[in-house]
């Protein structure tokens, strides 16, 4: 068997994530392995906390990785927190809110659910009375769906929560290191990021950070494997003695991964050392560049991009009032196969856009505009191939007039800064 | 807040894992990201599942990652098959038989243990009549045990385990790429292995495979996440329309894992692109060497290591009839602060070796031959430094004969191949 050498073809990732990878982050990954426990490696590992502190703009003391893609991260929030008869109320409007449905009830808990319209989003009073109604134990909720571009306001949820001694899980997979999530002034209690999005470190990893209200429910629920026991007899019955029921996973509990993380250094896994290295060298440049410089590149790119999309003569998808900054869907013209539009643009030009779920298939296309990927190049490129394709698949559009537009929008940038 | 450049210094890591990565794996992840169902990128998925089968000598259809460290795949396997108040028999001999007794017990399952000694292993026919006895619906075993150096023997239990309809899942974390793990011949239902060990890829992801038997068991447990589905109402009691269980967990779901790998192609996660660019070379990097050829170089490398620990008057720990090739157990000498000697083999020579867990921890040190890292070089290297801090510690050596020992094994190396 002789398989080809490695070698892909150049992409343009305009969707909402995977996306590009700075060249630094990719060049990290080349470095030599270090073992778990070295110290030169543990090091990177509490550098690697204090930079996440920082993008989570939280002064918690936990800040860390879940070694598995996004939901890895989410669910070990969820089993972590919820006990079997747990109410939790999930607020949803797309996609990722019916992931989190899916996580929390395969976590043993009774689940309330709200429903908005996909391509809306909550009034924050609307939620904080649906937890003073059912006064659930945890509430869970998105805050960037990139299913629909709706990003949901959080502040407030925090304060109501707290009312009633709720906890509050937020999903900020998308949009940390592309928007404003304010950790502690909004007063969330987990928060959980994604990689392969706004950081532009590739998928593998999962980023969360929780308070102390989170760590004194934990901390009922923990124990240390038999195995890691000097004494293996005097603790075999500690698994009946807790005083809350024991986490349901072992992989993804965050008391063993706490207690790897922290001074402790007890082994659980084995750090997914080049993973590691790619998201330190990747959330080092996030804050080179600096959050606020980061987030106002991201509403920059927005804005050319929404204004050629609009100047191409198609409409956007959803409220504007709730838009992702970093996520525009756009709506598919009528009579127009959306999914011959995206293959002929990976094909013919490298560029991939992505298409949506569930009642959305086949009537948006979802372009991001996410962190190395989100650039005046890449804007121009996909605006120019996307009118060329489109005019190939017959629909009617004022040729050159969405690059101008996207470029004018450019040259107001001094304005803006 | 200003960090430094990623700089690590040099290590020859003779551990049982994270061990060194070939230069061609570690440059494969430097390749820029395509996404995820580019079919460029399904084309490499699938390439890896070709080679994922040749691995593990295989012809089941379901082969792959889970994205995780190895006790996500572990876990994945066990929450999949396992339903509450299941009874698992787990035969365990060392630290990772406990993890396994930990996982399942989480699973909600009735665990029943069979304990040996650390240091030895089962007769197969122990285990067949523990079987027997206790028939229970899911036996499962540490193929080789890192915490004491063992080997389990295989071949004869999955007949046991077919005699009463069980089914058989092995952890094959530390003998893959190694060692013979030959899942068909030997009716092993499912195998999880690890990437940081002897196939020396970095740490991040977990093989699994698995047989008809085994997939069986899944699709009873089967449901689409309701915000994939086209009409969300239509399915929103499939929840409880299951003829089993639904799977505890989502991320580790894999019913869901083989619709995202198969071609259906079902979102799940997002596939971590550079761990798995870096597994396909690393597996293209096996098949050429072949894995008989492997086989034979781990057994050259381990006899030239013990060689030499024997002529520095040091001694094995463990029954030397079950020991794996790939791990060597040395007794750390009356007196010696093991983890000072561990300690100053890293900082004045750059080389890592192991220490144990629970009751072996400071009895033994653990030092790995696998995959890149087991090589001459390092096996050299690795006993003049061991030879050199020792003497700093006071322990009496027959200076310079390590050395000699291991060199005289490998002119003799003709004789073996």
């Known amino acids: 068997m002789n398989f080809r050498d490695l070698s892909p073809s150049p992409r343009t990732l305009m969707t909402p994530g995977p996306v590009e990878v700075d060249p630094r982050v990719l060049r990290a990954m080349s470095t030599p392995i270090l073992g778990q426990f070295d110290p030169e490696f543990t090091d990177l590992m509490n550098e690697t906390m204090t930079m996440l502190r920082e993008i989570f703009m939280t002064k918690n003391q936990w800040a860390y990785t879940v070694d598995g893609t996004s939901r890895s991260g989410l669910e070990a929030v969820l089993v972590s927190l919820i ?3 747990d109410k939790v109320l999930v607020p949803l409007y797309g996609r990722f809110g019916h992931l989190l449905v899916e996580i929390v009830r395969r976590c043993g808990a009774e689940v309330v659910t709200l429903e908005k319209d996909w391509g809306t989003v909550f009034a924050v009073e609307e939620i904080a009375a649906a937890i003073r109604q059912h006064r659930p134990q945890l509430v869970a909720i998105v805050h960037g769906e990139t299913s629909t571009g709706c990003m949901q ?5 925090g304060l109501a929560c707290r009312e009633i001694d709720a906890l509050l899980v937020v999903d900020v ?8 999530v304010a950790t502690d002034k909004w007063l969330m209690d987990a928060v959980i990021g994604g990689t392969q999005k706004c950081l532009s470190v590739p998928a593998g990893l999962s980023l969360v950070s929780y308070n102390e209200r989170v760590e004194s429910k934990l901390l009922k629920r923990k124990r240390i494997e038999q195995g890691l026991l000097s004494d293996s007899s005097a603790v075999s019955s500690s698994f009946h003695d807790l005083l809350g029921s024991p986490i349901r996973s072992n992989y993804l509990d965050l008391c063993q991964l706490q207690d790897y993380w922290g001074p402790a250094r007890l082994n659980h896994h084995t750090e997914a050392t080049s993973m590691l290295y790619a998201l330190r060298e990747g959330l080092r440049l996030v804050l080179q560049e600096g959050l606020q410089d980061r987030f106002e590149r991201h509403k920059r790119h927005e804005a050319a991009l929404m204004n050629g999309i609009a100047a191409m003569g198609l409409t956007l998808y959803g409220d504007p009032s709730c838009k992702m900054p970093v996520v525009t869907c756009v709506n598919i013209p009528d009579g ?9 643009l990976l094909s013919e030009f490298g560029i991939e856009i992505a ?3 569930g009642p959305l298939k086949g009537r948006i296309w979802r372009i991001g505009t996410m962190g190395y990927s989100c650039s005046k190049r890449n804007v121009l490129l996909t605006l120019g191939a996307l009118e060329a394709v489109l005019t190939l698949h017959g629909v009617k559009v004022d040729a050159g007039a969405a690059v101008q537009a996207a470029m004018n929008t450019y040259n107001k940038e001094a304005l803006w800064s």
């Open 153 to 157: 306001p959080l502040d407030g949820i």
């Open 336 to 344: 127009v196969n959306g999914e011959s539009v995206r293959a002929v």
């Open 83 to 85: 006990e079997s008869g």
């Open 355 to 357: 298409s949506s779920f």
């Open 173 to 180: 997979v998308a949009t940390i290191g592309g928007v404003e």
